[in-house]
């Protein structure tokens, strides 16, 4: 084998060894890179419910509740398979609004979880303020449910 | 095939291509930059969730795209250096770091400043945030690992390893948004089958993306010639050519 070949080989080989040690390495940490949690996977009893975590899903129609001359809010998140109460008092995101998809940062209490942080995610859709109030108005027509933050 | 690639591999031919190359490409990158920044800025409408405040992304997204794209160009450079034992490659690699670096500051500075107000938080541990700093990271340490070592040859053989070990994250990066749930939302230009972003909005971000990527290769030819300045100093063709002015 000439020397060029096989310096070819020995760089193909580095960068499959290293593919596959990054490979196993990521499977194995797959847990703590997750960013949060589901309600479903809450339910599924996947979070650690003795410490802090993050819980993500959509703010559901008409849920936010706010305490008069407070900073207390109280929603529901859902992931449109279970649902979750959020308790939250504290400056919330400008994107935070119903059926937009949020990350609460906090624990659980009883059936409730307490925020200490909210996070707003946006989702990968940009468009003009017409366009989406169209769109809006379609899927009103066709009695979809139309959520404007995914999650 | 192969005089063709001895001849673009060859010091003093890079050196009149990329004299010819270089106004050619500072200035489609000038205009670029200028059409898409009116368009960006001015032009394009507001997105109905976060009005004013998107347009942000275009210098976050080209930003974001060239410093993963000047990691790709730098290890594949390095690997043909070290495979082929083409001096040039080494030296584009050497040149290219720098670069990209630079662009994945702007990245991750755009980035939190976009952040901060969507989101609600300057910074989070997430994997597509995580991935990008250590792609940072990964720069850093192979203009560390270079600066370290005195001698030439081996600085290029040591570091080139350390570029290829680190593309490795470029799919991490990359991928990290479909792989992990994370607060970064999912690609959006480079979603399978239509973007999904309205046409007003992309077309400046397009001609941003093409704008800043001529940037990019007319700061790597400038680069690379300042390193073949330094590497090729003793050569009588650097004399014949400096001296010519």
Redesign the interface.
Known sequence: MKARNQRLLAVGLVIAGVGLGATFLLKAMNQNILYYYSPTQMEAGEAPEDRRFRVGGLVVEDSIVRKEGTMEVRFTLTDEAHVLPVLYTGILPDLFREGQGIIAHGRLDGGQFVADEILAKHDENYMPPEVAASLEETHKRTGQQQTTGGY | MFAFIHKLGSPPHFWRLSGTMVPWFSWFAVVLIAVGTVGGLWVA??????LD??RI?YFHVPSAWLSQFGYVVMAAAA?VG????IKLAHAVAAACAPIGASFTVVALATGSIWGK?????WW????RLTSTLVLLFLYFGYMALRAAIDDENRADRASA?LA??G??NIP?IKYSVE?????H????IS?IGKP???P???VPLLVMWLGFTFFFFAVLMVRTRAELIARERNKKWLREVIGRG
């Open positions: 409408p507001p997105d109905y969730q976060q405040a998107f992304i690997a070290l495979i082929w034992r107000p969507m989101w609600g938080t989070v541990w997430d994997a390893l290829i070990i593309v490795i991490i792989w992990w749930n994370t607060l939302q999912p690609a959006t979603k999904s972003m309205d007003e909005m992309l």
